[in-house]
């Protein structure tokens, strides 16, 4: 215990100020990268990440964070933008997307899936003709798609509350309860049993980027019912929303009121119900591609300005364990890992503490500290074996990385 508690400063300690802030991708040895996009979306599959979509019909890109290359497998079968995808097994489905024009963009009716094993596309099935729209969030479970809000309209009107089931074995569409408030350019999140919508707009002209959606309105599977929770502190549109154990976090995102895109991150603790601030990215960007690979949170691409015209090749990401330890609940950082709520095992060592006067209290406490220190030991030997082998950009125009 004495031995780990001398590591953290002399180890950690100068790394643990880097680890807190975003750093720049790190450049690949074969010289690839991605190709810069915006209104683009991502998913994990597997150990990588997969780029897809972005006006003008970008290519599906595939990160792999073990190898740090980018490999290009090929354009979808049409444009496809503002849209979340969703990953079953090895499939990619693509489904309440836009294509073409603004500002009144088309809605594309058809369910496309990207097959990660052969990278080839195929067609799933179609939006019902009563439910089109655009700019929706997706998110899967139990083999499901479940679809929300939208836009019928492209950038001019029509934000819609829908929400529906999409099972894509048998092709069958469910009709469930409208969200509370209706809204488009938004990623919803999946914890537990319950879906998660925060950020995002009702979009119509003149100023598209207005009208942003404050409440965060969940859905629980359990009970079929909606409720309206805390209502996030920055108001945006065009962010990535992704869940991280109990927390969801969104980053990024833009707002009519700042000409560039924004580099706010926040995290909504599903527990509390309650928003905190996470640290804020490098650039701010939206219309982003982004996820969680352990032991990091990526943000691929976007856009750096507020509509779209300046699009970045730059990517950057956080590293996990930070994540779990912004939560300021101290001894309760580890059940935000995506291992689940492990870190409450912990507790069953306390048993010994029912008897405070006692020996065996005593004892008990003692095992629960000594299994602690072995623990950060073991935890600090990991991210001091991250950070040893991990190379680091200092500046995203470089074409090389020192290692650090």
Excluded at 164 to 184: M, S, Y
Excluded at 238 to 263: K, P
Excluded at 333 to 345: A, D
Excluded at 377 to 398: G, H, K, Q, Y
Aim: hydrophobic residues 35%; glycine residues 12%; contains cysteine.
């Amino acid at each position: 215990m004495a031995t780990a508690g001398a590591l953290a400063p002399l180890s950690l300690r100068a790394d643990a100020a880097t680890d807190t802030i975003w750093q720049w991708l790190p450049a690949s040895d074969d010289g690839s990268i991605l190709t810069a996009r915006h209104e683009a979306a991502s998913v994990v599959v597997g150990e990588a990440i997969y780029l897809l979509g972005g006006r003008g019909n970008r290519p599906v890109e595939r990160y792999t964070p073990s190898t740090g290359q980018w490999e290009n497998l090929g354009v979808a079968p049409m444009e496809l933008h503002h849209f979340q995808p969703v990953a079953i097994d090895t499939d990619i489905y693509v489904i309440g997307a836009f294509t073409c024009c603004y500002p009144r963009e088309s809605i594309v009716q058809q369910i496309y899936r990207f097959n990660t094993l052969t990278a080839t596309w195929d067609v799933a099935g179609n939006l019902p003709e009563s439910r089109l729209r655009g700019s929706s969030a997706a998110v899967g479970r139990n083999g499901k798609i479940y679809v929300l809000g939208g836009n019928t309209q492209g950038h001019d009107g029509g934000a819609v509350a829908w929400f529906d089931e999409f099972d894509p074995v048998t092709g069958v569409w469910n009709e469930l309860p409208d969200a509370p408030h209706a809204r488009d350019h938004f990623s919803a999140a999946l914890v537990k049993d319950q879906l998660v919508a925060a950020a995002g707009r009702q979009t119509h002209l003149p100023n598209p980027s207005a009208n942003p959606v404050l409440e965060t309105d969940l859905y629980s599977f359990s009970t079929g019912q909606w409720q309206t929770s805390t209502k996030i502190p920055t108001a945006r549109s065009g962010a990535v929303t992704v869940s991280h154990g109990t927390d969801v976090i969104v980053a990024g995102g833009e707002i009519n009121t700042a000409t560039t895109a924004l580099s706010t991150v926040e995290a909504f603790d599903t527990r509390s119900s309650t928003w905190r601030t996470m640290p804020s990215l490098q650039m701010g960007r939206h219309g982003s591609g982004g996820g969680v690979l352990a032991p990091y949170l990526y943000m691929l691409s976007g856009a750096s300005s507020l509509g779209g015209a300046v699009e970045t090749e730059t990517s950057e990401r956080l590293l996990v364990p930070n994540l779990m330890g912004e939560s300021g609940e101290s001894g309760e950082s580890s059940e935000t890992g995506e291992t689940g709520e492990t870190g409450e095992t912990g507790e069953t060592g306390e048993t010994g503490e029912a008897g405070e006067t006692g020996e065996a209290g005593e004892a008990g406490e003692a095992a629960s500290s000594n299994k602690g220190g072995a623990f950060n030991f073991w935890l600090i030997a990991l991210l001091v074996l991250i950070r040893c082998t991990t190379r680091r950009c200092i500046d995203p125009t470089a074409k090389s990385c020192t290692v650090r």
